[in-house]
Nanobody, 125 residues
């Protein structure tokens, strides 16, 4: 069974930064694409960012471009989401997920195989 464990969430003021981590128990972690998603209260889950198995390809949702950076350390089986210039509208539960391929469906949460339990990010104004 593959397990994903997010950490790093918390309460921060607008303009601040947080770094989320997602540790993955998958032995073949380095072969899989990783994504970050978020879900705010009363809203549907939305795509935030993704990264290819090598880290050479990344893609971001428009509202986080230039503020968030996704990265991975395959030696540590961990993917990160560095979030800068946080805004109140970034408040949500953030989830990481893993997928076997990177293609045009990789922004769809229903195409991911395994998910973490989520970590809460709250940005105060």
């Amino acid at each position: 069974q593959v397990q994903l464990v997010e950490s790093g969430g918390g309460l921060v003021q607008a303009g601040g930064s947080l770094r989320l981590s997602c540790a993955v128990s998958r032995r073949t972690f380095s072969r899989y694409a990783m994504g970050w998603f978020r879900q705010a209260p009363g809203k549907e889950r939305e795509f935030v960012a993704l990264i290819s198995w090598s880290g050479g390809t990344t893609y971001y949702e428009d509202s986080v471009k230039g503020r968030f950076t996704i990265s991975r350390d395959n030696a540590k089986n961990t993917v990160y989401l560095q979030m800068n210039s946080l805004k109140p509208e970034d408040t949500a539960v953030y989830y990481c997920a893993t997928r076997g391929v990177l293609d045009s469906n990789s922004m769809r949460g229903d195409r991911y195989d395994y998910w973490g339990q989520g970590t809460q990010v709250t940005v105060s104004s």
